[in-house]
């Protein structure tokens, strides 16, 4: 069996564009007038020329939304007509009524006060002649119509307060949407400044470490130095167990605090107290020097962070062996300073591989509201890094 879809007339009447529903509106009011001109109501039957004058004071009810002022006026011209011959006082009553609603709900309330105060005045003159009568009169049209200027005024401010509370949640639901990409964006960055700082430091470890035991495999092979080469495989081994720690640390922001598959993919953050092992396992000489008690843990994962990459750094673009680095980290004035400077040859920028060491360094001290300098030693040869990391409320 075929579908039928039935619509219904209030669905129908809606789906109209507001022309068609003012045309509709204003045909179903001229049809009203003319059952109630020849029913209820004061005057006498119309004629040919009152028909004619009732039928056209309902046309401009078609253009009411888009000039109400025009219409009020047209409306009032013709209803002035009619009721000067006589006509039934009553039939013109319900198109009144709705131009003066649609003023009132289109414009403010000082326009509409204006408008019920001009068409107040305007019927008191026109029922003036007629005496006591006409004064109940007055009276009474005077209470509908300051009943439907009211019924605008309130429908205006409904829908003006409806539509600003919609704004309102419109923009609050944007401005958490913003937020929510700000917060991701900002913890994708986190992430992947770990990362880099992470596998930076383990691969460059690892890469001098297997370079010490190849080059002893290498050097004499009849005379090989068994401890020298176990050395470096346990410190490769070390690193690695190191990395593969901190990465499940960092990668543990992926997952839920709860997370039971792995309760140890969350740990604390790196810090101050993990530098003597950065220094130990950091694949050259490195002179460390620390004189601070305890600082807010960010600004401890912060100076970590940046002395970790300071030195990868220093590894991987010394330019020779038995380079020495120097590290320290001490706090002055409200501020924590860290100075790490080697003794290279890899300062000169043409010779070092773009990446993101240096950014990721000056992102984390910013991150506790912070600054980072680093470039070419003035003492003598090598790069320097220094950073500022505050102590205070900023941190």
Same mark, same amino acid.
Request: aromatic share 4%.
């Given at each position: 069996?075929?579908?039928?879809?039935v619509?219904?007339?209030?669905q129908?009447?809606?789906?109209l564009?507001?022309?068609?529903?003012?045309?509709c509106?204003?045909?179903?009011?001229a049809?009203?007038?003319?059952v109630?001109?020849?029913?209820?109501?004061s005057?006498?039957?119309?004629?040919a020329?009152?028909w004619?004058?009732?039928?056209?004071?309902?046309?401009?009810l078609?253009w009411?939304?888009?000039?109400?002022?025009?219409?009020?006026?047209?409306?009032?011209?013709?209803?002035?007509?009619?009721?000067?011959?006589?006509?039934?006082?009553s039939?013109?009553?319900?198109?009144?009524?709705?131009?003066?609603?649609?003023v009132?709900?289109?414009?403010?309330?000082r326009?509409?006060?204006?408008?019920?105060?001009?068409?107040?005045?305007?019927?008191?003159?026109?029922?003036?002649?007629?005496?006591m =009568? #006409?004064?109940? *009169?007055?009276?009474?049209? /005077?209470g509908?119509? !300051?009943?439907?200027? @009211?019924?605008g005024?309130?429908? +205006?401010a409904?829908?003006?307060?409806?539509?600003?509370?919609?704004?309102?949640a419109e923009?609050?639901?944007r401005?958490?949407?913003?937020?929510?990409?700000r917060r991701?964006?900002?913890?994708r960055?986190?992430?992947?400044?770990?990362?880099?700082?992470?596998?930076?430091h383990?691969i460059?470890?690892?890469?001098?470490?297997t370079s010490?035991?190849?080059?002893?495999?290498?050097?004499?092979?009849d005379?090989?130095?068994?401890?020298?080469?176990?050395?470096?495989?346990?410190?490769?081994?070390?690193?690695?167990?190191?990395?593969?720690?901190?990465?499940?640390?960092?990668?543990?922001?992926?997952?839920?605090p709860g997370?039971?598959?792995?309760?140890?993919?969350?740990?604390?953050?790196?810090?101050?107290?993990?530098?003597?092992?950065?220094a130990?396992? =950091? #694949?050259?000489? *490195?002179?460390l020097?620390l /004189?601070?008690?305890? !600082?807010?843990?960010? @600004?401890?994962?912060?100076?970590? +962070?940046?002395v970790?990459?300071?030195?990868?750094?220093?590894?991987?673009?010394?330019?020779?062996?038995?380079l020495?680095?120097?590290?320290r980290?001490?706090?002055?004035?409200?501020?924590?300073?860290?100075?790490?400077?080697?003794?290279?040859?890899?300062?000169?920028?043409?010779?070092?591989?773009?990446?993101?060491?240096?950014l990721?360094?000056?992102?984390?001290?910013?991150?506790?509201g912070?600054?980072?300098?680093a470039?070419?030693?003035?003492?003598?040869p090598?790069?320097?890094?220094?950073?500022?990391?505050p102590?205070?409320?900023?941190?």
């Open positions: 069996m075929a579908s039928t879809t619509t219904r007339p209030r129908a009447f809606a789906s564009d507001p022309a068609r529903q003012d045309a509106l204003a045909a179903c009011l049809a009203l007038a003319g109630v001109a020849v029913t209820v109501g005057g006498r039957h119309p004629d020329l009152g004619s004058l009732l039928l056209f004071l309902h046309v401009p078609v009411r939304r888009r000039a109400p002022l025009t219409t009020l006026t047209i409306m009032i011209a013709s209803i002035a007509v009619y009721h000067q011959q006589d006509y039934n006082h039939a013109p009553t319900a198109a009144s009524m709705v131009i003066l609603y649609t009132a709900v289109t414009g403010g309330p326009r509409t006060a204006v408008v019920g105060c001009a068409v107040v005045a305007l019927m008191v003159v026109l029922k003036i002649d007629h005496g =009568a #006409g004064l109940t *009169v007055t009276f009474q049209i /005077t509908w119509i !300051v009943s439907m200027l @009211v019924l005024g309130y429908i +205006r409904h829908r003006e307060n409806a539509a600003a509370a919609l704004d309102r923009r609050a639901e401005t958490r949407e913003e937020e929510a990409r991701v964006a900002e913890e960055l986190r992430i992947a400044r770990d990362l880099h700082d992470l596998l930076a383990s460059t470890l690892i890469g001098v470490r010490v035991a190849a080059h002893v495999l290498a050097a004499d092979p005379r090989l130095d068994r401890a020298a080469v176990a050395r470096s495989l346990e410190d490769i081994a070390e690193t690695c167990r190191t990395a593969r720690g901190e990465l499940r640390t960092t990668l543990g922001v992926l997952r839920d997370d039971p598959a792995d309760p140890d993919a969350r740990g604390p953050l790196p810090g101050l107290h993990g530098l003597t092992d950065l130990r396992t =950091a #694949g050259a000489d *490195v002179d020097s /004189t601070a008690g305890e !600082v807010p843990p960010a @600004v401890g994962a912060a100076a970590y +962070r940046i970790q990459e300071a030195l990868t750094n220093a590894v991987r673009h010394g330019g020779r062996d038995g020495s680095v120097r590290v980290v001490h706090e002055e004035e409200g501020a924590l300073r860290v100075r790490v400077t080697d003794d290279g040859t890899g300062a000169d920028g043409e010779r070092r591989t773009p990446g993101f060491g240096l990721g360094m000056r992102e984390r001290a910013r991150s506790v912070g600054t980072v300098d470039g070419p030693r003035a003492d003598g090598g790069f320097e890094v220094r950073a500022l990391l102590l205070g409320e900023s941190a």
